[in-house]
Each structure stands twice: as C-alpha cells, then as structure tokens.
C-alpha cells in the first residue's frame, strides 16, 4: 500500500503537473456492467480551478465515471488521483471528505423536507445524535447562500419549488460539504434559458473562486459557452482531450459520434392543408387534482409541425395524456379531421374517447416515457411492433388469435426499414440500446399512417445518430400531409423542426410565435413572461399566411 | 337488557384499564413498525417477533427464576428474529412481504414445536406472581377514584411504553438521527450521497422493532397472560400494523390508533355479559381495524422509498 500511495512521484516527469496540478486525475477506469462494458480503460484529468466539459452520448459512460468519482459505483480497476495523491473512494463519504461534490442529473432532494434540512442533512450541527437545531441550521444555509450569492429561502420545502431553485439548493449542499471539486451532471436539461445562464454564471463566479468544475453534458454550444477543456467519451473510452478554444461544435460532435453529423435539419418550408385536430378550451387536472390544463385552445393542420415548448411540468404531460385518451378532460373539446385516405372529410370527436378508440380514429402517438408506457421491455421486438394494433385482422383471426408468422414478417421489415440495430427480432426490447428502443416505436407508430401523429419527447435519451434519424422522418411524414404535435423540452429541437411554436406555461398557452422567434424570447414565454406586440404581430401574419 | 350492562361497562373503571392495557400492548410493536418503516423496510413481522418474545420470556423466565432475565431474553430474540428479515431484505434484497409472512409462519411453527416438546404436550402452568411483571401502584394516586385504576395501577411495561413513545416521537421528528431515518425511508439514494450509511441505519431501525415486539411478547406472556399458549398474540402484531398505517407512520398517531383498538378488545371481552354471543364480540377489534382502514385510504402517504431495497449506483 504504501509503495503504491508513492506513485504520483512518478508523475513529476510530467511537465504540465508542475504547472497546474490536476485536482482529479482518473487512470485506467475499467466498470463492466453484465452484458455493458461502461468504462474501457478511460483517463480523465482535469486541472485546478478550471471548467472541464465531459460529453458523450447517451450510454457513453460519462455517468458512470463521474459515480465512480463520487464513490456510489465501484470500479473494477483503475486508478484515482485526488491533488496529486492517490486516493480510494468506497462510498459517497470518502468522496465528501475529499472535497468532492456532485450535482446529479436527478437531483437527490427529498420532497417533503425544508431546504435546511435537505442542505445539512448527514453534517447537521451537533452530529447525529444531537437534537436538530433548526436555528443554526438556517443560519449556515443563509451564510453559505450570502457567500456564494446564491439567494434561497432555507424554510421552503422542496418539493414547492422551481426546478432551477432545487438545483441550487444541490449546489449549496454540496458547498455546504465544503466541495472544491464540483461534479454536474447534465445540469440545464430541465432549466429555461435564463436560468441556465444564470447557472452558467455562477459556476464561473465559483470557477474564479477556485472550484474545480466537472461539467457533464451533450450539448455542445453550452460546452464552448462555459468551458476550459474538454474530455470526449464514445462507447466507453476516450476519444478526445481536446481544449474548447481551440475546437468547434463540428469537431467535438464527429469525435462523439464517430462520423459526420448534420446538426441542423434539413428541411423546406411546410405547405399547411387544412386543419386535422382542433383542440378548443381544454381542461384537465393533474394527478394531484390540481389544474394542469386551464383552458387549452390550438390547431394542427395537415403538413405541418406545430411544436409545444415549455419547462416541463407546465401541463405538456397532460396534455398529451389527454388528447391520446389517457387522461380525462374536464372541459373543453378536441376533434380529429381526416384530411386523406377512404374517410377524407370526415370528423371526429375524441373527447372521451378511450385510448384505443382515438388510435383507430387515426392519431398515433410517441409517447414521452419509452420504458413506462412505449413498450414492454421484457416482450420481444415482435410483439411489441404491434402493441396496440394486435387486434388488427392482419395480425389476428377474429381479432383473439394472433398470426405469428405475418407478425414476425412485419417486424422484420420495420425493423429494416427504420434501421434498428438488432441480430433478431425475437430479442426482448430491453436488450436494445436506448436510440434502437425508440426507433421501435417511431417504427410502429409511423407505420400505423395516422392522420395525426403527437410525438412527445421523441429523442429524450437517445443518441445522436439517432435523433439525427428520428428527426429526418418526422420532417418526411410532415412533408407527406400528416400532421404533427411535437412536445419537447429541448428548445433546439423544437425550434429547428417546429413550423409554428406554442409555448406554454402554468397549463395555457401563452403565445404561439413562428421558429425565428429568439430564444430568449422563448425564454421570456416559457417563465410566464407576457408577450411582446412584435410577436403577437408576427403570429397574426404567420397564421393569417398560413 | 343490553342497555343497561353497556352504560355500566362504559362507565367501569375495569373498562379503561384494561383499554390502556391492550393499547400498550398493540403500541410496542406499532413503534417498532413505525421506525422500521420510517427508515424504509416494511415489517409485517412484528407478530412473528411479538410471539417469539413471549415463548422466549417465559422459557427464560422459568429456567433462570428471574423475570427480568426473561425479559431482556425476550427482547433480544425479537431483536435477533429481526435482524434475519434485515439480513433478507436490506442485504439479499428479497420481497419484504414475503420475508415477513416467513418470520410469522415460522415463529408459530416453532414456539408450537418447542412447547410441546418442553412440556411433553402438557403446556406451561401458570407461572408464580414473583415470576410475572408486576403491577406499579403510584400510591396515593392510585386511590383516585376512577382515574387511579385507570392510569396509576398498570403493568411496569405500560409505563414503559409511554416513555418510549415520547422518546421515539422526539427523536423521530427533533433530532438529526431522526432527520438521518427519515431521508433514509425518504429517497435512500440522496442520504446515501450526503454521507449517511444507508444500510446501517436501515438494519439499526428494523432491529429495532424486533426489540420493541419482543418486549411486546413479553408483557403479553409475563405480565398479561402470566403463561404461554400457542399462538397467544392473536393477530395483535397485524392489528398493530394498521395502527401504524392508521397513525400515519408517526409515533403519536399509531398510539392514538391503538388507542382505538385496545378499546376495541377490551370492549369484546367486557361485552360478553350482554348476551351478545362471544365469538362474534371477538371480531369487534378486527372490524373496528377494517374499518379504520377503510376510512383512511388515500390519505394516509408512507416513506416513499419504503419496501424499497436500496441499490447503490442505481441513479442513473
């Protein structure tokens, strides 16, 4: 033990060392999960004080090593270097004790407790067996909020607050644990613009003050944005260390993926038919019972892609529930419109319609939870090709005895033509990667010909590469008539493949503005800001040309 | 003619005392579920556990002559019966529900077993007054009318229970430890990266409550019953169980449940002169149990990891 805890003398040859020690230093991290290799051999090292991004794609191994980092995953072998020394990390203890601190991606809050309580939880003053001294407690937390600048109410309790506020009490829990060495993990997902500009802030006011940053995340304007250096993960091991001001998004991206990509969709502008759903003053309650939908009024017509933007928990999830059937209206009326096929012209009220009865009357659906309500993990490709179409004659004798062998053929030539990448069809679903899991159902759902089709968070935890893909079919299905609703909470998305934007906000749409509109315009409606007359403007002659 | 007994039972001072005796009795294991639950393993064991206490109370009590002894060997064979279903459901990770209905089939099986064996099939006599838990008369306060049989001639453990009670409030909802237990039941995995050893204080609380129902059985055995038969808890170890989910997984509130439900038994065995027919008053409890139940679905929440098995590494 000892000759091994010798060893960073071995790095004084290093010339860079002498300069700018590493504040972690990750050699040869190994992790096998069965059947995943996470980590292959992967090296990390990031200097004193600086902002180091770590991007990769979705099952990368990002995560993985910032865990191991932080003590809650093991690695099977490897090395960790903390200022130089060597170090073991066993748990999330060892890792406080030295100074690290980790904002995860969900963020580890518990609901019910106070903001002083979530903060000092596990260092409380007096130790565990002392009685809880709330006074105190509030005093550390308003000291630790004065000192770094960030301003919270330390009697709140969680789960009453702000998204953004919640990752701020992450961030001070971790200061409060006296963190010199900060771990964020895909930090801006689930915040606005402004608020991730405000992140972006104060991590570099904490940079200036000589935090370590560890900043995980795949988008790549936010790793030039904020930034020193850059590590660059694919399918487990390094790919790139690479400095940001050096780089460009182009670089950075084909390093992640492996190939070109085209960032941007390439699409011509929509030719709108008539309208196919039309949604006028819709409400709904939310699981609590509480108002999630306040009068919900919009049209989608035929050849285009209406896109609905907004902070998530905003009423996009019920929404969706509603107009799929799922959830039940309290007020309000939506219609289906066939614009094609054997019953053009025809119309239908959903309203009350039961989750089958609004797929048969031609809307297809991709929903937001993949692994909750997408697919069966556990059944095969197969079975789950025609989930929800089972009932169909070519699939089953008088609807009750499924046809096998027409199934299998089916699958297959999804399975083909959307390019998932599987040895057989008979594979449970949950043997496939995250992107290949989603082009399932796109493939099923795509292939149903819906006169309407709402696509909800469609590439959330996919791939690159795949997104590339799913986005280039949703524009091909758009440019042959259908209509679609695309709900998402990456504003990119919505803003390169949307024709026209609603954002909304508290259960109501606040604005609907054309994709030109400027993020932070989008920024300014997404947190309930009023619009401006410019916009209303525009959107009057957007629809009027419409 | 059921009138009149009812109001004179009512009103007895019998009634109440023997209230409060039931109630403490369903309170101990009601504690044990509710801090074992609290940190975040559902215990439907305290049964199991509650009768192991009572067969081990008085084995000990009798070999060693000395009641203390077979107390404090009561609580730590409910302790140790608990550290099983902690080794199976916080370490193996098995289903919690199942773990426990073995805990409880497999204490009956074998307190029946050995008390066969031990006694040749005769059963154990009743045991000697020097040999049982006494009774604590508070002097003068004991003579109070009414009140002085109510609350200042009960069992030793009965003002035990209190204690505890107060003490596990207190330390549940104004300590850190308590803070530490309830983010643990909470959401495992953010006590785990603040630094709190989930495991332990996981294994910590379900022991526990092994403790707690242990002592149960023996104030059952030695201060109630004064013997042991087969079976003896009589579902109270179940009863108590709703009493945690009634009280809404806090100290204060079970008590207040098995409040209700010491009534509840107390009343079916004082009923009996009514005429009303025994078997169908010993349901009373259990009813009364549905029908709390019943009235508070929804609006009772438990620790929302609870019955969860923690699995470090799993947040992503």
Redesign the interface.
């Known amino acids: 033990m000892h000759e091994q805890e010798k060893t960073p003398l071995a790095q004084a040859a290093d010339p860079d060392l002498a300069a700018s020690p590493y504040a972690v230093e990750m050699r040869d991290i190994c992790k096998a999960w069965p059947g995943v290799v996470a980590n292959d051999h992967v090296n990390l090292r990031v200097r004193q004080g600086e902002i180091h991004a770590l991007v990769g794609e979705n099952g990368a191994g990002k995560?993985?090593l910032m865990?191991i980092l932080?003590g809650?995953?093991r690695p099977d072998s490897g090395e960790i270097f903390v200022n130089g020394e060597r170090v073991h990390i066993g748990?999330?203890?060892d890792a406080?004790r030295l100074h690290i601190g980790?904002v995860?991606q969900?963020?580890?809050?518990?609901?019910?407790?106070t903001v002083a309580?979530?903060i000092v939880?596990?260092?409380?003053p007096?130790?565990?067996?002392?009685?809880?001294d709330r006074r105190r407690a509030r005093e550390l937390v308003l000291q630790l909020s004065a000192r770094y600048g960030l301003p919270i109410d330390p009697d709140a309790r969680i789960e009453k607050l702000s998204v953004g506020l919640q990752q701020r009490v992450e961030i001070l829990?971790a200061l409060y644990?006296a963190a010199d060495i900060l771990i964020l993990d895909e930090p801006t997902g689930v915040l606005t613009p402004q608020e991730t500009y405000e992140l972006f802030d104060v991590l570099r006011v904490l940079s200036r003050q000589g935090k370590t940053i560890i900043f995980i995340t795949h988008k790549l304007r936010e790793v030039l944005d904020l930034t020193d250096r850059v590590t660059v993960l694919r399918r487990g091991r390094n790919v790139g260390e690479l400095v940001t001001r050096e780089t460009n998004q182009t670089e950075i991206a084909r390093l992640m993926v492996g190939r070109e990509v085209l960032l941007r969709v390439e699409k011509r502008s929509a030719r709108p038919g008539p309208v196919v759903l039309r949604v006028e003053n819709l409400h709904a309650r939310s699981d609590r019972g509480l108002e999630a939908l306040q009068g919900i009024g919009f049209e989608v017509h035929a050849g285009e892609i209406l896109g609905i933007a907004g902070v998530e928990g905003n009423g996009q999830s019920e929404l969706v529930e509603v107009l799929t059937g799922m959830r039940r209206a309290t007020a309000g009326r939506m219609t289906i419109t066939h614009t094609s096929g054997e019953q053009a012209g025809k119309t239908y009220d959903i309203t009350g319609m039961s989750p089958r009865e609004v797929r048969l009357v031609g809307v297809a659906h991709i929903p937001e939870d993949r692994r909750g309500s997408g697919l069966v993990l556990s059944d095969t490709i197969e079975n789950n090709a025609i989930l929800g179409r089972e009932r169909w004659p070519r699939f089953a004798w008088a609807r009750f005895i499924l046809r096998l062998r027409e199934i299998a053929q089916w699958a297959r030539r999804l399975v083909g033509e959307f390019d998932v990448r599987t040895p057989s069809t008979r594979l449970p679903v949950r043997a496939l990667s995250g992107g290949n899991q989603q082009k399932v159902i796109v493939a099923r759902e795509f292939a149903a010909d819906p006169q309407l089709l709402i696509a909800a968070q469609p590439t959330r935890g996919v791939d690159i590469g795949a997104i590339e893909f799913i986005h280039r079919r949703l524009v091909e299905q758009r440019d042959a008539g259908k209509a679609i609703l695309l709900v998402s909470a990456e504003l990119d998305e919505i803003r390169s493949l949307s024709d026209r934007i609603a954002v909304m906000y508290e259960g109501r749409i606040v604005d609907i503005v054309t994709p030109e509109a400027s993020e932070e315009e989008l920024g300014l409606l997404m947190t309930g800001g009023r619009p401006s007359e410019a916009s209303r403007e525009e959107q009057a002659q957007a629809t009027g040309d419409s | 003619m059921f009138w009149p007994i009812f109001l004179r039972v009512i009103t007895s001072g019998d009634l109440w005392q023997a209230s409060l005796q039931f109630a403490a009795l369903l309170l101990l294991p009601a504690l044990g579920g509710v801090i074992s639950e609290r940190s975040g393993v559902v215990n439907i064991a305290m049964e199991g556990m509650m009768l192991i206490g009572c067969y081990v109370g008085v084995a000990v009590t009798l070999a060693s002559h000395s009641v203390l002894v077979g107390v404090l060997a009561a609580i730590i064979a409910g302790g140790l019966l608990a550290l099983v279903h902690g080794v199976v459901s916080i370490h193996l990770k098995a289903d919690q529900i199942i773990s426990g209905i073995a805990i409880n089939v497999a204490a009956l099986g074998l307190t029946n077993y050995l008390n066969i064996v031990q006694t040749g099939g005769q059963g154990i006599p009743s045991l000697a007054f020097n040999l049982r838990l006494p009774v604590l008369s508070w002097g003068p306060l004991a003579q109070l009318p009414f009140l002085g049989q109510v609350l200042f001639q009960q069992n030793v453990v009965f003002y035990l229970a209190i204690v505890i009670l107060l003490g596990l409030q207190f330390l549940l909802f104004r300590t850190n430890l308590g803070l530490r237990i309830r983010a643990v039941g909470e959401h495992p995995q953010a006590a785990d990266t603040a630094g709190i050893p989930v495991r332990l204080i996981r294994y910590a609380c379900v022991v526990a409550s092994g403790l707690l129902s242990g002592l149960a059985g023996a104030f059952l055995a030695l201060g109630v019953a004064g013997t042991f038969n087969p079976n003896m808890t009589a579902g109270r170890g179940f009863i108590a169980l709703a009493a945690v989910v009634f009280g809404k997984y806090t100290p204060l509130g079970a008590a207040g449940a098995c409040l209700i439900f010491g009534l509840g038994l107390a009343l079916s065995v004082r009923l009996q002169d009514t005429g009303i027919d025994s078997n169908l008053l010993a349901t009373l409890p259990y009813i009364l149990t549905i029908i709390a139940l019943i009235g508070l679905v929804g609006r009772t929440v438990a620790p929302a990891a609870d019955g969860v098995p923690y699995e470090p590494g799993s947040a992503e």
């Open positions: 995560t993985t865990n932080y809650l995953v748990g999330p203890r406080i980790m995860h969900h963020f580890m809050l518990i609901p019910p407790l309580e979530n939880l596990g260092q409380e007096g130790g565990p067996m002392a009685a809880y829990k644990r």
